[in-house]
C-alpha cells in the first residue's frame, strides 16, 4: 500500500513489474542481489521478461527457471565458485531466450550513456571479436564504427539503454528513498541511472538523520529512488557486506537442483512458490543457518563460513 | 635437487610461479581469482611489492585476510585502500592505466584469440557458457596480457565455435586494425609449458616446457601446429624452495593450487 512515504510492501513494489516490461537488476557474483524481490516476481508469475545485465547471475538463472524471461543483453552469467548458471544455459540451447553478447564493460557503457542521458557513446573495446560480429535482435543498433573527428582513433559507438525499472538491493535507507551502501558497488549506479524507475530493497530502514551522518554512502539520493522495501536477508543465498555471508549450503542445493527443469521446479515448489512470503522462505533457511552467516562486525563477513570458527 | 615430496613442483605451482615472474614492480594489474591472485600475491612479496591489484568489481589494492572466493568477494572488500565501481575498474583499463591483464580460456586458438561464450552455432548453442565478462576488455585494452590454461587438446584448437575475446585475431596488423589498445597476449602459461607469439605471424610458439614435460606430450594435447618449435627446447624455470614455499603459504587450503 502506498503511504506518503517510498516505503512499500514486497508485495506491492512487486506488482508494479508489468510482464512483457524491459528490467535491470543489481548483483555481482555471490553478493547484492535482490533475490527476495525475485522471489517473490516468481510467485506472481511475472514473465515475458526483457533483460539488461552485466553479470547479475543469481537474478537472471532464477527467472531462467521460473521461464520468465524472453530476451537477455548481457556480459557474463556464472557462479564464482559453483561454475556455469544452468537454467540460464539451459533456456538459451532450449531456444527460450534471445541473447545479445557484450563485454562487461560494453554493457555497462550503454547504462552509463543511459544515466547520462546522452545517446551514444564511444568505446575502444570489442572490436574485431565475434561480440562485434553476430548480432542477434540489436541487429544493426548494437554497435556503430567511427573514427573519432578531433583525434582519429577508432572506436565503437554504442547506443544508450534505458530499462523500465531497476531492481537493486542495497545495505540500508530511509522512508523517502536515500539509500545507501557499504562495499563495491559493482554496476548499481549506471544501472538505476539508467532506467525510469528504481526499486531498492534494503537490509535496514534508518532515519533520515543516521543517513545525513554519512553521506559519503549514500549511492541514491531519495529523487532517483520510486519504491523501498525493507527485506533483511534479502540477498539470500548471496550474501550481503558487513550483514551477512552467502550461504554456501544453500548454494550447493540451489546449483543441484538445477540440473534439470523438473528438479528446478521441485525447488521452486519448496522454497519459492510453497512459500508464501519472505520471513517463510527464511523459516525454511533455519534460524541456526542464518546465524551462521551473520557478518564478524570487524571483517564485514562470517568467519564461520569461512571455517574459522567452529560452531 | 632433492626429491622429497614437498620439493616436488606441481603443475599449478609451476604455472603460478611462471605467472608471478611476468609482474613487474608498479604494475597496476586487473586479476581474477584462482592462479592469477595467487601470482600476484607472490610477485608481491619478492619481486614486485609495489604491484597493485584490482578486480574487476570496483575494488582495489585488496589486502586480503582470508582467501577470497571469486572478485568481488568480502574478504577482497576489507582492507583494500578503495572500494568503487565495475564501471570505475574498467575505464581505468580503457585509460591506460591498468596495464597488465590475466585470462582463462574454456578455447583458444593459435593467435591467443579465446572463446568463452558458447559451443555451437551462437544462435542455437549446444552448450551457451558463461560469456565474456570483463575478459574481452583486458584482452581488447590492458597493454600486456598473459593466458593462462589447462593444456588440452578440446581448449587448444585450430577453429574457435565463437571468438568472444581477441588475441591476433587473423595474425599480424589484425589488431591495429580494428582499432584495438593493447599490444595483445605476450605469454601463455599452461601445465605443460609456457608460450609466446611469433613477431611475424603472431601464432603461437613455443618458448619452454616445464620439467618432464616432453614434445610429444604438448603435441599430442595441441589442436593446431606451432609456428616455431626451437632446436633445444628449454625448461621452464623452476622457483627457488623459498619462493615455492611462498606459494604454497598463499594458498594453505588449496582452495586454487593443488586442489
Redo the contacts between chains.
Keep these: 500500500m502506498k503511504t506518503d512515504t517510498k516505503l512499500y510492501s514486497l508485495k506491492d513494489a512487486v506488482r508494479e513489474v508489468k510482464s512483457g516490461s524491459h528490467i535491470t537488476l543489481g548483483g555481482?557474483?555471490?553478493?547484492?542481489a535482490p533475490l527476495a524481490f525475485v522471489r517473490e516476481m516468481i510467485r506472481q508469475d511475472i514473465s515475458d521478461l526483457e533483460v539488461t545485465a552485466?553479470?547479475e547471475a543469481w537474478a537472471v538463472d532464477m527467472l531462467s527457471g521460473a521461464k520468465a524471461l524472453k530476451k537477455v543483453r548481457?556480459?557474463?552469467?556464472?557462479f564464482?565458485?559453483w561454475g556455469?548458471?544452468r537454467n540460464?544455459?539451459?533456456a538459451?540451447?532450449e531456444?527460450e531466450i534471445e541473447?545479445e553478447?557484450?563485454?562487461?564493460?560494453?554493457i555497462?557503457?550503454r547504462m552509463?550513456a543511459g544515466s547520462m542521458g546522452i545517446p551514444f557513446i564511444p568505446?575502444?573495446?570489442?572490436?574485431?571479436?565475434?561480440?562485434y560480429?553476430?548480432r542477434?535482435f540489436e541487429k544493426n543498433n548494437k554497435f556503430v564504427d567511427y573514427t573519432c573527428p578531433f583525434t582519429e582513433?577508432?572506436?565503437l559507438l554504442v547506443p544508450k539503454v534505458e530499462p523500465d525499472v531497476a531492481i537493486i538491493h542495497a545495505s540500508r535507507a530511509d522512508v523517502n528513498g536515500n539509500v545507501q551502501l557499504y562495499?563495491?558497488?559493482?554496476?548499481?549506479?549506471?544501472a538505476a541511472k539508467s532506467a525510469k524507475k528504481v526499486i531498492v530493497t534494503v537490509e535496514e530502514i534508518v532515519e533520515e538523520e543516521i543517513i545525513r551522518k554519512q553521506p559519503e554512502l549514500t549511492i541514491l539520493p531519495s529523487f532517483l529512488v520510486d519504491a523501498v522495501i525493507h527485506l533483511p536477508y534479502g540477498a539470500h543465498p548471496a550474501?550481503m557486506?558487513k550483514y551477512y555471508?552467502y550461504d554456501s549450503d544453500h548454494i550447493n542445493l540451489y546449483i543441484e537442483s538445477t540440473r534439470t527443469n523438473e528438479k528446478f521446479k521441485e525447488y521452486m515448489e519448496e522454497y519459492i512458490k510453497g512459500t508464501e512470503n519472505e520471513i517463510e522462505y527464511l523459516e525454511k533457511i533455519g534460524l541456526k543457518q542464518l546465524l551462521s552467516l551473520k557478518?564478524d562486525p570487524y571483517?564485514?563477513?562470517s568467519l564461520h563460513n569461512?571455517?574459522?570458527v567452529l560452531q | 635437487m632433492k626429491q622429497s615430496v614437498n620439493n616436488v613442483i606441481t603443475a599449478d605451482e609451476m604455472m603460478v610461479f611462471a605467472a608471478s615472474q611476468l609482474f613487474k614492480d608498479g604494475d597496476v594489474a586487473l586479476v581474477g581469482t584462482g592462479l592469477p591472485m595467487i601470482a600476484a600475491y607472490a610477485a608481491k612479496q619478492t619481486h614486485a611489492p609495489n604491484a597493485v591489484l584490482v578486480f574487476e568489481s570496483g575494488i582495489m589494492d585488496a589486502k586480503a585476510s582470508h582467501m577470497a572466493s571469486g572478485v568481488g568477494d568480502f574478504p577482497l572488500v576489507h582492507g583494500a585502500v578503495k572500494t568503487s565501481s565495475l564501471f570505475d575498474s574498467l575505464s581505468l583499463l580503457q585509460k591506460g592505466t591498468i596495464n597488465l591483464g590475466f585470462l582463462g580460456a574454456a578455447e583458444i586458438d593459435a593467435y591467443g584469440n579465446i572463446n568463452s561464450t558458447v559451443i555451437g552455432d551462437y544462435q542455437t548453442p549446444k552448450v551457451r557458457l558463461p560469456g565474456s565478462g570483463g575478459a574481452n576488455d583486458i584482452a581488447s585494452m590492458a597493454e600486456r596480457t598473459v593466458i593462462l590454461v589447462k593444456h588440452q587438446k578440446r581448449k587448444f584448437v585450430e577453429k574457435l565455435n565463437y571468438l568472444t575475446t581477441p588475441g591476433y585475431i587473423d595474425g599480424a596488423g589484425s589488431r591495429e586494425k580494428y582499432g584495438l589498445p593493447g599490444q595483445g597476449p605476450e605469454k601463455v602459461i599452461t601445465d605443460l609449458g609456457v608460450f609466446y607469439f611469433d613477431a611475424a605471424t603472431k601464432r603461437m610458439s613455443i618458448e619452454s616446457l616445464h620439467p618432464q614435460v616432453s614434445l610429444e606430450k604438448v603435441i599430442e594435447e595441441t589442436g593446431f601446429e606451432f609456428q616455431h618449435i626451437p632446436e633445444e627446447i628449454p625448461v621452464t624455470e623452476m622457483p627457488k624452495p623459498e619462493l615455492l614455499q611462498t606459494i604454497r603459504d598463499l594458498d594453505p587450503d588449496k582452495i586454487y593450487i593443488n586442489k
Design positions: 555481482f557474483a555471490h553478493s547484492l552485466m553479470g548481457m556480459s557474463n552469467f556464472m564464482e565458485g556455469r548458471c540460464f544455459s539451459r538459451v540451447e531456444g541473447v553478447d557484450y563485454s562487461h564493460f560494453g555497462t557503457n552509463f568505446v575502444k573495446t570489442m572490436s574485431g571479436s565475434d561480440i560480429h553476430e542477434s582513433e577508432k572506436v562495499g563495491i558497488s559493482s554496476t548499481l549506479e549506471v550474501g557486506y555471508d557478518a571483517y564485514g563477513y569461512r571455517g574459522e
